[in-house]
Antibody, heavy 118, light 108 residues
Framework: EVQLVQSGAVVKKPGESLRISCKGSGFSLTSYWISWVRQVPGKGLEWMGRIDPSDSYTVYSPSFQGHVTFSADKSINTAYLQWSSLKASDTAIYSC???????????WGKGTTVTVSS | SYVLTQPPSVSVAPGQTARITCGGDNIGSQSVHWYQQKPGQAPVLVVYADSGRPSGIPERFSGSNSGNTATLTISRVEAGDEADYYCQVWDSSSDHYVFGTGTTVTVL
């Protein structure tokens, strides 16, 4: 079964760093782009950007450029989203999604809840 | 940047037809995808490339796209169709993905 398995919920303090993961199962990450999507509770879906795990080429939404970093480890079929300095406004659910042939997201992870609070 | 506008909510009686619109400048020239998201769950792709239906998605879900409006149609609506629905395109000029504002479907 093709799926994306994300790391568990985390609680962090403002200013702390964080890396969350998204592991592909049943397919090779290097064959598809992976998009990251943010959802603030009660709000809509926001596209953060994407990574091509085959060469780690990244594209960031202007809203997130400079605040987050995407990376991938081909050897363990895993993509990552990281922050160097979290803010309270980063509190949200972060999902990874596999990008299909016509730029649609056909497989989604269950999401990682990130809570940033002092 | 490209903007996709959806009505905030649509209400429909069981057995009737729900139509959810997604407005964008010349969206008919783009490939539009639709997602269903139920509370506490990840989004699920229900229509891709304007009118394609992924495996496992009921035939009751269909899509169309022309001019400045794309439409997701849910026929013979069931209680289980209550969810938020989002349209999405890939803006080739910026290499960015864009989601619509989202529509909450309520089954009366």
């Amino acid at each position: 079964e093709v799926q994306l398995v994300q790391s568990g919920a985390v609680v962090k303090k403002p200013g702390e760093s964080l890396r969350i993961s998204c592991k592909g199962s049943g397919f090779s990450l290097t064959s598809y782009w992976i998009s990251w999507v943010r959802q603030v509770p009660g709000k809509g879906l926001e596209w953060m950007g994407r990574i091509d795990p085959s060469d780690s080429y990244t594209v960031y939404s202007p809203s997130f450029q400079g605040h987050v970093t995407f990376s991938a480890d081909k050897s363990i079929n895993t993509a990552y989203l990281q922050w160097s300095s979290l803010k309270a406004s980063d509190t949200a659910i972060y999902s990874c999604a596999k990008v299909g042939g016509d730029y649609y997201m056909d497989v989604w992870g269950k999401g990682t809840t990130v809570t940033v609070s002092s | 940047s490209y903007v996709l506008t959806q009505p905030p909510s649509v209400s429909v009686a069981p057995g009737q037809t729900a139509r959810i619109t997604c407005g964008g400048d010349n969206i008919g020239s783009q490939s539009v995808h639709w997602y269903q998201q139920k509370p506490g769950q990840a989004p699920v792709l229900v229509v891709y490339a304007d009118s394609g239906r992924p495996s496992g998605i009921p035939e009751r879900f269909s899509g169309s796209n022309s001019g400045n409006t794309a439409t997701l149609t849910i026929s013979r609506v069931e209680a289980g169709d209550e969810a938020d629905y989002y349209c999405q395109v890939w803006d080739s000029s910026s290499d960015h993905y864009v989601f619509g504002t989202g529509t909450t479907v309520t089954v009366l």
